[in-house]
């Protein structure tokens, strides 16, 4: 992807102003990453986003590689676009996430991202575009982050109503996790092309009467189902592929909400419906506002046929989702109604505040998923709940005290254990005994919804909160004592006020009881201790020798000294034996940066602290090596094989291929700053390499 041709694409799409075309030019580097700014933007525009979306965004993708001049640009930024450029900096890599990390950083992530629902949409197009070009075999980063792909990422997606992009992340989940059913399934759906075509032809004239002889003016497109929503199906109903009939589906786009209904009601005129399988979500939308009717019809080859009529403007909201509502040219009192169906986001930003990071992660799930079940009260009101759903979760969604009540259960009147899972259609009577002495702890691990889970904590925090307090005191004493630190130090008014005002506590015991019930992570509160007692104390400068590195039985850094936790920079990746320097982080410990690094400017220099290694470390190092080349045909297989040959481990490597010359960007594993001049040194020898570069 040439530069000029993303300029085009911007300029054709967008009325630029003068210096909207000049800062484009300066925010389009050549150090960019275009291929995959190029296929963003494609989302971007198609979704419709504003001029601010798309400047923010560039700006961004510039910082990534040459922070100074992104820096130096931000003057030349609109105010909205400053603000969206410092909220994606804020945001990490999900990419490259371990699974020691994940949990607090998803919870920072959605903090962050409830700032500004563009950034969670162009956000999750990088994430789109990261799992599609993956190399395979996959790391253990990849495989993780394939999993936060699955498990969140997707999830949200549909939840914002971008149903398409959640179909494609869960195809490439699916593709690399069982990359052997994935083959199967394309290639027996392959062979069944021909029949399916055949029969979209016959029924696509049948709609396309229906709608003439309606006088309806309307559209009519055939889709096939996405390979990992084949594979649930089978999963789920425990057949073969040769039982699954529907893989292809009819969509009938209309004006008006009256003509769905005509047009539904001819289909059936001509079609048979398969019972169970006609489904009004016009009348009865789902949680993210999904709107269509659905009917299964038998048509002329004996098969089962999806076929789905909607409006022209549900088919927009259903394509885009959070983005078709989005206002940004209109007046703001508009976006009340946006508000409204996304109000189970804010819901989940609440938790985001409140809960401890596993539970958030665990919690936010629960919420994302949306597979459901419809389930009755004995007067006929109709709940809806997650799969695997139990009586207990039925109890706390009628009220709080129903569930710390609840006893028993009825199901469709047979009486029923209370962790029996509900099913489609079930008719739920809860038994309660008002001397009951409420939940007990392993509720937890039978409730399927977010609701009756913290409703739960919710009693435990309150009826035993004395409990709490001990458990949570004796919790905060360990992990201070882990880090060797004593309550005496940390626990000093100044730092307990600047703390309480922080979790919006109002003495120690609510804040003990909130860790003794799990709400807050005890290493995470005496961390923020830690933080402010360094810094109050200065105690590393006061000591009068520099942090001495050194890694423990576990693989973790900590300095020799007083065994404090340490963490390197992403942003310069340094390794053993380069020149370092340390940053005191708030409630993170120590990260160490390179003393070249070029964010080090950024940074309160009053926190920067002398570093140093105490012995060499057996910790492997991520190193990003840059290699500018002839081009040729032979050039890559020069590098891999001299790569190969040199065993050091390989996490990344993407090629770039430019007018006259191309651009390589190796991520190897190494152990120290002489593996890296040893690597450096071997590729500058091979022929037709030009520039060899570590990258900073």
């Not at 041709?5 to 300029?11: A, F, G, S």
């Not at 169970?276 to 949680?287: A, E, F, H, T």
Request: proline share 2%.
């Amino acid at each position: 992807m040439k530069k000029p041709l993303v300029m085009k694409k911007i300029t054709s799409n967008y009325k630029l102003q003068e210096r909207e075309k000049l800062l484009l030019l300066k925010l389009l580097d050549d150090e960019t990453d275009l291929k995959r700014i190029d296929e963003i933007l494609d989302f971007i525009i198609e979704l419709k986003l504003d001029k601010s979306s798309v400047f923010g965004f560039l700006a961004y993708q510039l910082y990534k590689v040459n922070p100074v001049k992104a820096e130096s640009l931000k003057s030349e930024l609109t105010k909205d676009e400053e603000q969206i450029f410092e909220r994606f900096k804020s945001l990490k890599d999900i990419r490259y996430l371990t699974r020691a990390e994940e949990a607090e950083d998803i919870r920072m992530m959605f903090i962050g991202l409830g700032k500004d629902l563009r950034v969670v949409i162009i956000k999750l197009a990088g994430i789109l575009y990261d799992v599609k070009h993956l190399k395979e075999p996959l790391s253990e980063y990849d495989k993780d982050f394939v999993s936060n792909v699955k498990e969140v990422f997707a999830p949200l997606a549909e939840r914002l109503g971008l149903s398409s992009m959640k179909s494609i992340m869960e195809d490439y989940c699916f593709k690399y996790q069982n990359p052997e059913m994935y083959e199967k399934l394309v290639n027996s759906i392959e062979l069944k092309r021909d029949e399916n075509e055949k029969q979209i032809e016959i029924t696509k004239h049948r709609l396309q009467n229906i709608l003439d002889e309606l006088h309806i003016h309307g559209e009519i497109q055939a889709r096939q189902k996405h390979v990992s929503s084949i594979f649930r199906k089978i999963k789920a109903q425990n057949v073969t592929l040769a039982q699954i009939y529907d893989l292809i589906a009819m969509r009938v786009l209309v004006d008006t909400v009256e003509d769905c209904y005509l047009v539904f009601g001819k289909v059936h005129a001509i079609y048979k419906p398969l019972q169970g399988r006609v489904k009004d979500y016009i009348s009865n939308p789902k949680p993210n506002g999904y709107q269509t009717l659905h009917t299964t019809v038998i048509v002329e080859n004996q098969r089962p046929l999806e076929i789905q009529i909607r409006t022209f403007d549900m088919h927009k909201k259903c394509e885009y989702g959070v983005a078709a509502h989005w206002m940004y040219k209109e007046h703001r009192d508009k976006m009340a109604k946006l508000d409204k169906k996304i109000s189970w986001f804010r819901e989940i930003l609440d938790k985001a505040q409140s809960l401890s990071s596993e539970d958030f992660v665990e919690s936010l799930k629960t919420d994302l998923y949306t597979g459901e079940i419809f389930v009755q009260t004995p007067k006929g009101k109709v709940l809806e709940f997650p799969l695997g759903s139990t009586i207990i979760d039925f109890a706390y969604a009628i009220h709080s005290e129903i569930g710390n009540h609840c006893v028993g259960g009825k199901i469709n009147n047979i009486m029923k254990p209370l962790f029996t899972e509900l099913k489609n259609g079930d008719v739920v009577e809860i038994i309660t005994n008002p001397n009951s002495k409420g939940p007990s702890r392993d509720w937890l691990s039978h409730v399927k919804t977010s609701s009756a889970r913290s409703k739960i904590k919710s009693f435990f925090k309150t009826e035993m909160k004395e409990e709490n307090i001990g458990y949570g005191k004796s919790m905060f004493e360990e992990a201070a004592k882990a880090r060797q630190f004593t309550t005496s130090q940390l626990l000093e008014d100044k730092y307990i006020d600047e703390l309480l005002f922080k979790y919006s506590m109002d003495s120690m015991d609510e804040l003990y009881a909130a860790i003794g019930s799990g709400s807050l992570v005890a290493a995470q509160v005496v961390g923020r201790f830690i933080a402010l007692y360094l810094k109050d104390h200065d105690l590393l400068k006061k000591r009068g020798d520099a942090i001495k590195l050194k890694t423990n039985n576990d693989g973790v850094v900590v300095d020799g000294t007083t065994g404090l936790l340490v963490r390197y920079a992403g942003c310069c990746h340094p390794v053993a034996g380069d020149q370092i320097i340390g940053y005191i982080s708030q409630g993170k410990g120590v990260t160490i940066h390179r003393k070249d690094c070029q964010n080090l400017k950024y940074l309160d220099p009053v926190r920067l602290i002398d570093v140093e290694w105490e012995e060499r470390s057996q910790k492997d190092f991520v190193v990003e090596i840059k290699l500018l080349t002839e081009k040729s045909g032979s050039i890559i297989n020069k590098i891999t094989s001299n790569l190969s040959s040199s065993k050091f481990p390989i996490r990344a490597f993407e090629a770039k291929e430019g007018v006259d010359q191309m651009e390589f960007s190796i991520v190897v594993f190494v152990k120290n700053r002489d593996e890296v001049e040893k690597l450096t040194n071997m590729l500058s020898q091979i022929k037709g390499v030009k520039k060899v570069s570590r990258i900073n």
